[in-house]
């Protein structure tokens, strides 16, 4: 680099801002270290002169910014001013429709409106109707069967008050919905009512096969108010996989073979039963359009918020003390056996000390050894022991 | 007929809007006819809906929850800005829901609607070369718009009715008539004969009344139906038989046919013959001309009742003409006789034959001269005047002969083309972007090369 260009080509900004000598001595001493004499008040001049200039530039550019932040504050004013006169305009809307709301918080009940609403009225096309259902249908429209409203409402109160019984005695309650988008709907239900969920194929045999298929699934042993009990691992090692209480099947049409263990293993189900569906598949009947996943979703909710409320009723009586459920006999067995040997242990030992004549199993300890004052003394204290003993 | 009394259920079901959506109505005749239909544009829709279209929440459509037995596949229904189905069947026996796009229709009313235009009846004089068509009404007159008549007025109120349990003869094809001759007049001749003894029992009554008054003696004793003896329906049938503007009114009585115009020019062999011209009665029914629509003639179009309503422009006032539309010519004048098809709003219209700014002989109009360089073919203001439906669902918009020119300068304007017509345009406030802003205030900011004394500026 050529010196004499230094100020032309490097501009006024790098003289003029508060010209350190350090950083101007690096610059120079970086890039060259033969300055030639003559120039070096060329340089100087060049240095002051664009100082000047920019110097000016500076003050300008300041008091540019000075007059824009004294201004900010009457703009900001203003609006503030402005958003507070028209925050009040406009409508509110208090409630809006969510889709998912009916996953996130379902009813308790379904009212017929509901039931309008999710679609639960629409059966299939009348030439696929299943004449088993007749006593569900409403009439057809548009060529597709209407199911009743009131059918659906009074099944679907009937089956909740099942899922909430059951829960409240304790019971396993499967749900079960494979078609798709049914995964969320079933995950939350199971959820709320503390129970299992299958939203993927049905492994057939998981009932009536289920010491070879569910072999070496983790069991536990809970008490009334579901705390896990320990020392039942001998007994857990030995019990045969479980079967759930009660079957809830979203789409009994997928689902036969499920359908038909539980039958076997006389488990209670409960289903929506579409109009081309056989009602006698489950115990329990819905009658209900299972396609629509909004329909679907209602009839999940309602019946996962009383599996809920079962849940809730049999931990508020079991911390009263009231349980309605039996532990079961294979459990009982269990703990009276185990009983039985640790009393049978102890009785033999007993036995066995009485007959050697040797020291029970306490052992010595430090006080056996003591006299009774130094005993006294360890009781009370050394000055406690009345003088006169 | 007191309505049947039904479940909580059932009355929530009659008000769902499942329930409420209408039966789909028959295909167009001509495309009916036609086993596949092709029309001259793929783009072409039919030419009336037969099917309800219906929308969703977007919400709602994300799901794809339409309200139907089940949701629809997303891939083809999100999609879409124009939200709108419509539904040929909720279930099938596939066990799909089967639906296409009703975009075109539902877009095809929004843009209707926007024209502002009442529906009219149609005109009397469908090339109407006079400047004011004073035979539109509106279809929501009330002496116009009735069907509930009592059917002893069904006559009396013919020229005021617009829906009729008997053909519209004019538009039948021959094959039809005799059809219609076979199945449905000829089993009624008995009907027929005591209607005419009822007709001619009233006669009698109304003579003799009338003769009586005159001579100022007693009325005589009423002539009853059943005291007509055969010989004299037999008699009074020879008799009319030649009259046929008589029998004509006693047949469309009976039948209760939609009315006929009558030619409204006689043809020569007529009056040179030595028969008498008998034409079927003069009506002054909207629908004679063209026939009778099928749905109601409004086909629920628009239900403004006027047009004579004015504009407001926020800067120029109320507009004396309400705002020109601009129109594409979709076919310019082949020849004298077919005149220019221009598209308005989705709809196909006419250009208006005679002298007229449409239709100048001179200069480069569009509408006479085809311009394959312009992109999307040649565009002008119109202003539409008239639109009706037509006796086979078809929506006529007529324009008029010329469009105010000051009109079509504030409606450039108002989508921002052309300049301001009489005052400036407003002025633009001129705003710092915020990239201004940010740079103005970040010259203290590090700046890479800047901080290190090598400046950018030559």
């Not at chain 2, 009336?48 to 459509?61: C, D, E, K, N, W």
């Not at chain 2, 879409?80 to 296409?100: A, C, F, H, N, V």
């Not at chain 2, 000829?186 to 001579?215: C, M, Q, S, V, Y």
Request: proline share 6%; glycine share 6%.
């Amino acid at each position: 680099m050529i010196i004499r260009n230094f100020g032309v080509r490097h501009g006024r900004q790098v003289l003029s801002a508060p010209p350190s000598a350090p950083s101007c001595l690096r610059l120079l001493s970086t890039q060259t270290t033969t300055a030639v004499a003559g120039n070096e008040a060329a340089v100087e001049q060049l240095a002051a002169l664009s100082a000047t200039h920019a110097a000016r530039e500076a003050r300008l550019a300041a008091k540019r910014q000075e007059r824009e932040i004294a201004a900010m504050p009457s703009k900001f004013k203003k609006f503030i001013a402005y958003q507070k006169e028209t925050e009040k305009l406009g409508s509110e809307i208090e409630r809006r429709y969510l889709p998912d709301e009916i996953i996130r918080n379902p009813p308790h009940d379904a009212s017929l409106e509901d039931l309008l609403a999710a679609q639960c009225h629409m059966g299939h096309h009348v030439s696929r109707w299943n004449p088993a259902n007749s006593r569900y249908i409403y009439g057809q429209r548009s060529d597709i069967h209407i199911i009743s409203l009131e059918q659906t409402a009074a099944h679907l109160r009937r089956a909740a008050r099942v899922v909430e019984e059951v829960a409240y005695y304790g019971g396993l309650i499967l749900f079960v919905g494979n078609r798709k988008g049914q995964m969320p709907i079933v995950t939350r239900m199971a959820e709320m009512a503390g129970a299992c969920h299958l939203f993927q194929k049905w492994t057939p045999g998981c009932i009536t096969n289920k010491d070879v298929l569910l072999q070496g699934g983790q069991l536990k042993i809970v008490d009334e108010t579901d705390r896990e009990l320990q020392g039942f691992d001998e007994h857990l090692r030995d019990c045969r996989p479980v079967t759930p209480d009660l079957v809830v099947c979203l789409n009994p049409l997928e689902n036969y073979s499920m359908l038909r263990e539980c039958a076997v293993a006389t488990i209670p189900t409960v289903g929506i039963v579409d109009t081309d569906a056989d009602p006698s598949w489950v115990t329990y009947q819905i009658p209900a359009n299972d396609d629509s996943l909004r329909s679907v979703a209602l009839i999940a909710g309602v019946l996962g918020r009383a599996g809920e409320r079962g849940q809730q009723r049999r931990l508020e009586d079991a911390k009263q003390g009231v349980v309605a459920w039996q532990t079961p006999k294979d459990v009982t067995t269990f703990v009276n056996r185990v009983n039985k040997n640790i009393k049978a242990e102890a009785a033999a030992k007993e036995k066995k000390r009485l007959a050697e004549g040797g020291p029970d199993d306490n052992g010595l300890k430090p006080a056996d050894l003591m006299t009774e004052e130094e005993v006294l003394a360890e009781m009370f204290g050394p000055g406690a022991v009345p003088s006169k003993y | 007929m007191a309505s049947r009394s039904v479940s909580p259920g059932g009355a929530l079901l009659r008000a769902s809007r499942m329930f409420s959506m209408p039966a789909p109505l028959p295909p167009p005749a001509q495309e009916a006819a036609q086993a596949t239909f092709r029309s001259h544009s793929d783009t072409a829709t039919s030419a009336y809906p037969t099917h309800q279209v219906i929308t969703t929440l977007s919400h709602a459509r994300k799901e794809g929850d339409w309200g139907l037995k089940r949701p629809l596949p997303l891939r083809s229904t999100t999609k879409s800005s124009t939200p709108m189905l419509r539904i040929k069947g909720i279930d099938t026996i596939e066990q799909i829901t089967d639906y296409t796009s009703g975009a075109d229709h539902g877009l095809s009313l929004l843009k209707f609607q926007e024209l502002g235009l009442p529906i009219s009846t149609p005109s009397s004089r469908i090339s109407s070369l006079s400047r004011s068509d004073s035979g539109a009404r509106s279809v929501f007159d009330d002496d116009i718009d009735c069907t509930d008549i009592a059917a002893k007025d069904r006559a009396k109120l013919v020229d005021q009715r617009w829906r009729f349990s008997g053909p519209w003869l004019a538009g039948m094809s021959p094959g039809d008539f005799k059809k219609y001759l076979a199945e449905k007049v000829r089993p009624r001749r008995t009907a027929f004969r005591n209607f005419l003894k009822e007709k001619i029992a009233r006669g009698l009554n109304e003579t003799a009344k009338e003769r009586a008054l005159d001579r100022a003696e007693e009325e005589p004793p009423e002539v009853t139906v059943e005291s007509i003896l055969d010989e004299q329906v037999t008699e009074y049938l020879r008799e009319v038989r030649n009259q046929n503007a008589i029998l004509y009114q006693l047949v469309g009585e009976f039948l209760d046919l939609a009315p006929l115009k009558p030619p409204s020019d006689i043809t020569s062999d007529q009056l040179m013959g030595n028969q008498r011209v008998t034409l079927a009665p003069d009506t002054r029914n909207p629908y004679a001309q063209h026939g009778p629509p099928k749905t109601h003639p409004s086909a629920g179009l628009s239900y403004i009742r006027t047009g004579a309503y004015m504009e407001n422009h926020p800067v120029y006032g109320p507009q004396k003409e309400h705002k020109p539309v601009e129109a594409r010519v979709l076919r310019p004048r082949s020849s004298q006789h077919h005149s220019a098809k221009l598209g308005i709003a989705g709809f196909v219209s006419e250009s208006q034959a005679g002298d007229n700014i449409h239709n100048q002989k001179s200069g480069k109009s569009p509408l006479r001269h085809f311009d394959p360089e312009l992109q999307g073919g040649a565009k002008l203001y119109v202003q539409p005047e008239l639109a009706s439906v037509d006796s086979d669902g078809k929506l006529r918009i007529k324009i008029k002969d010329s469009v105010d020119l000051e009109a079509e300068l504030v409606a450039r304007e108002l989508i921002g083309e052309g300049e301001g017509l009489f005052g400036q345009q407003p002025k633009q406030v001129e705003e710092v972007s915020k990239e201004t802003l940010r740079r103005h205030y970040s010259t203290k900011t590090s700046r890479g090369a800047q901080d290190y004394g090598i400046s950018m500026d030559s």
